[in-house]
């Protein structure tokens, strides 16, 4: 990746600016205690798909966090829509709604929800060609609801989910299939796992471990919707060595094919280009 930011703008404080805005400081409780939390969505041709969802479930997290949610969901989609005149029409962008904590509470430990601060940033990120991706089995496991914030999009869970995709990508692999903590996958270091065998699509039934991304449900949706069975279930990394298929799904790559997993070589297959194709015209309908 090159060096330096793509074209990006930010509200901030009642205004927009251009760049990276610089707006949390060495004493904000976010910058050194992670009492931060955000969410992503994508444009197609100054459309996003599912935005609305994006933003109820910045506003869940943001509760999750002990932080007060300030913006409506309202909101959030008309700064969007303003945000986006700034760039080209057919420039692909990445919306980000976040909050944070500029001050600690209880012990300093946890934020003080009446010093929540908020901004929206929109940037320019083209699409990743669908070339696909090398899978292995990662070492690390997810945490627990009893151990860590799991049902939020919250900063501070991503340093083990980077810990994860560095140790895969040290092994020449591109991603990493990450289990729960009874040895279950829950999915990918970057975003949810689906795979197809005999027909079928299988995903792992989401149990308090891992987000249930926006677009792993609409994938769900748009496949049940075209007749294809898609099953929810506990899942072993064997199923995945043995599957016919598999692909994920995210906010930022949306849909895309795994090319090899450990050293078996793999082709996107027919269940996989209907995932991507009825998305794709979700997307841009």
Known sequence: MAAGWSKTWTFY??????????IMGVRS??????SSVFDGARTFEGVSPDLDLHCVRVNASAHTMNLKPLVSEDQWMSLTADGVKKFDKDAAL??????????????????DPESTNWCLSIYEAPMRAPDGFSLTLSPYRKPTPESAPTDSKAGCLYPN?????????SRGFDNCIVRDQNGNVAELATANVFLAKDGAVFTPVVNGT?????????????????GVEVIETTL???????ADEIFQSGNYIKVMPCKRIGERSLQPGPLYRKARELYWDFAHA
């Open 236 to 242: 072993s990394y064997k199923d995945f060595e043995n």
């Open 13 to 22: 404080n009642g205004d927009w600016h251009e760049g990276n805005l610089p």
């Open 210 to 226: 891992f987000l249930n991304g926006i677009t792993r449900q609409r994938v769900i949706k748009l496949l049940r919707g075209a």
């Open 29 to 34: 409780h976010s910058a050194w205690l992670c």
């Open 161 to 169: 989910n980077a810990r994860a995709l560095l140790e895969a990508r």
């Open 94 to 111: 990445y919306i980000r709604p976040m909050y944070w904590a500029e001050q600690g509470g209880q012990l300093l430990i946890a934020p």
